[in-house]
């Protein structure tokens, strides 16, 4: 007998936030040069010694938010596909966005653009994001059923993937491969407030889409004939889940590159706390979508090695086994989640 | 003014015609039965009524207005609609399953009102659920998750319901409570119309029955008139006879004819 049990999940964002809060601040006091916490205190503040500050500021505050927002991004896009799509499999790369995001990046790479202009890696993210993004947004509208809608993602992400690897196969020189193989395995060292800036604002538009269909997400758990008889406009929820994984996602991408399976086991992790409810899981899977990240690029940093571990592949190594156990224990436990 | 009003319906799917110039209502207080052999239109007769299912011509009325004029949330405020395909996606809590009939009244929202609270008790007391209100929906019997779903359809309080073989699958006894909920829902002043294969069962609770086949309407009425040995065979293609004992008159189905 299964007992949903959701009053545990009560005081879960609150929980969430502080954890996000207090791994954003272990971030900025790890590292080479270790910063006692009450001189971190003065280094936030601006009070303390300025080398400090500058290390705090430049390097390693802008770092641990990046971690955190792209995190955030990735667990709420992960929770919504996987409401929307009732597939507990769902991540934001069925859409086929993320591989569209790489795409962009590989070419402003390619043609040397970021040698001229630094942000055009990430513009071209961007754009490409925003193209994957329309075209499963037609399909959204246009498509009666969600199932072609991921067959329609996993269609582009094919075509994304293999046009990633024509312009790696291309590559008019080894530091160009070298630049494009490096981006795509995932990292936020060296980003700045400026590439927060550029990525954030896409990030925040795709979440408040993706969080105006939270009740449409638990309808959706009856399944989608008896959400629509429930009221539910499906062409709207399609549309808006779609598009705002693709701001979010691809916004995500553009400031860290590709990272896996944050956004297909977040929802997971966080699911038991909230009775199992789809809507319910949004938040609380962005925030556990942070702080996992955070913690990760934590442990990317801290592990000896001669070249830095990218961010992406510590997640993927945290990740998969996790997302195994998961796997695993959910069938023991009957539980559909 | 009926609640609910299919005027010469015509559905197609291609060139196949699955309602041809269909005619039926609903009215407050009745219990109809709507039945016929397999591909005969009654799922997409449903569907038409509530204004899922686009018409080539005719028209869907729910309240008197055509159904095309009528958002998504005004029309689930006067239709409460439980389809035959009922997946349960995630292992949510029976109670959060029922709440969520409130949707349309914007109480499928985390924090329902009391008036939603109410309606979600009381439904919950209807189907007999209150020893499962906090299990998962994922680790019922069949028997248990109907009731479920018969709930949450309950819950929305609309004038009219629209049950799609909510006894398909059921034990005799599952069959014979889930249509005196549905009795229940109908002597308080609720429209129902229920798709079901059991003639026999909606011969015992329905006030009317509609037979329809091939898209069309082949009888319409009170159990004894439509669901005669003649319609019968007409429809099904099987044997039927009533048989009248001290209980009254049953409905007893036979062999295939011929």
């Not at chain 2, 060139?15 to 109809?32: C, F, P, Q, S």
């Not at chain 2, 009939?101 to 929202?109: K, N, T, V, W």
Request: charged share 15%; proline share 5%; aromatic share 4%.
């Amino acid at each position: 007998m299964t007992v949903v049990k959701r009053r545990r999940g009560e005081y879960l964002d609150s929980l969430l936030i502080i954890g996000g809060l207090l791994a954003i601040l272990l971030a900025c006091g790890l590292g080479e040069t270790p910063i006692h916490p009450l001189d971190l205190v003065g280094a936030i503040t601006g009070s303390g010694d300025p080398a400090t500050s500058v290390i705090v500021w430049s390097i390693r505050l802008p770092r641990a938010l990046a971690a955190w927002l792209v995190g955030a991004a990735l667990g709420l896009s992960g929770a919504a596909l996987q409401g929307l799509l009732r597939n507990p499999l769902a991540e934001p790369g069925v859409l086929g966005v993320s591989v569209w995001a790489s795409l962009g990046a590989v070419i402003a790479i390619y043609y040397g653009l970021t040698s001229q202009f630094a942000p055009a890696m990430q513009i071209g993210a961007v754009l490409g994001a925003l193209l994957a993004t329309g075209v499963i947004a037609l399909a959204a509208r246009s498509l009666g059923d969600t199932v072609s809608l991921i067959l329609i993602g996993v269609g582009l992400s094919s075509l994304g993937g293999a046009l990633v690897s024509l312009a790696l196969n291309l590559a008019p020189n080894p530091f160009t491969l070298n630049d494009m193989v490096s981006w795509m395995m995932g990292s936020v060292a060296n980003r700045s407030f400026a590439d927060i800036g550029l990525s954030g604002p896409i990030i925040a538009i795709g979440a408040a889409l993706i969080l105006a269909t939270r009740r449409g997400l638990s309808a959706l758990s009856l399944g989608e004939e008896t959400a629509h008889g429930l009221g539910l406009d499906l062409v709207r929820t399609r549309l808006l889940v779609t598009v705002g994984c693709g701001l979010a996602a691809g916004g995500s991408v553009a400031l860290a590159g590709a990272i896996g399976f944050v956004g297909i086991i977040t929802p997971h992790l966080v699911r038991p706390w909230v009775g199992g409810d789809p809507g319910r899981a949004l938040v609380p899977s962005a925030l556990a979508g942070g702080l996992l990240l955070v913690l990760a690029d934590i442990g990317a940093r801290l592990v000896p090695s001669d070249n830095e571990l990218k961010l992406g592949v510590v997640a993927a190594l945290i990740g998969a086994p996790v997302f195994l156990w998961i796997a695993a224990s959910r069938r023991r436990t009957g539980l559909g989640a | 003014m009926s609640l609910l009003a299919l005027h010469q319906a015509v559905v197609q799917r291609g060139k196949r015609v699955i309602l041809d110039h269909l005619d039926l209502t609903l009215e407050a207080g009745e219990l109809v039965a709507l039945v016929g052999p397999n591909g005969s239109g009654k799922t997409t007769a449903l569907r038409a009524l509530l204004g899922l299912m686009p018409l080539a011509s005719g028209t869907a009325m729910i309240g008197g207005a055509d159904v095309r004029t009528l958002g998504p949330i005004t029309r689930a405020r006067q239709v409460a609609y439980l389809p035959q395909s009922r997946p349960m996606a995630w292992a949510i809590s029976v109670q959060d399953a029922v709440a969520l009939g409130r949707f349309a009244h914007g109480g499928a929202s985390h924090r329902p009102n009391t008036e939603d609270q109410a309606a979600v008790d009381q439904a919950i007391f209807a189907c007999d659920l209150e020893t499962l209100k906090d299990r998962a929906v994922t680790g019922l019997s069949g028997g248990e998750l109907a009731r479920v779903h018969m709930a949450r359809a309950l819950a929305a309080n609309a004038p009219a319901l629209l049950a799609d073989e909510p006894t398909a699958a059921l034990d005799p006894l599952h069959q014979w409570q889930v249509m005196q909920v549905l009795a229940q829902q109908a002597s308080v002043g609720g429209g129902v119309m229920v798709v079901v294969h059991d003639l026999a069962l909606a011969a015992g609770v329905c006030s009317r029955i509609v037979l329809i086949k091939d898209g069309k309407v082949l009888a319409n009425g009170s159990p004894q008139d439509v669901l005669t040995p003649d319609n019968i065979a007409a429809a099904y293609g099987v044997r039927a006879h009533w048989h009248q004992d001290s209980q009254g008159r049953h409905l007893i189905m036979g062999a295939a004819l011929g």
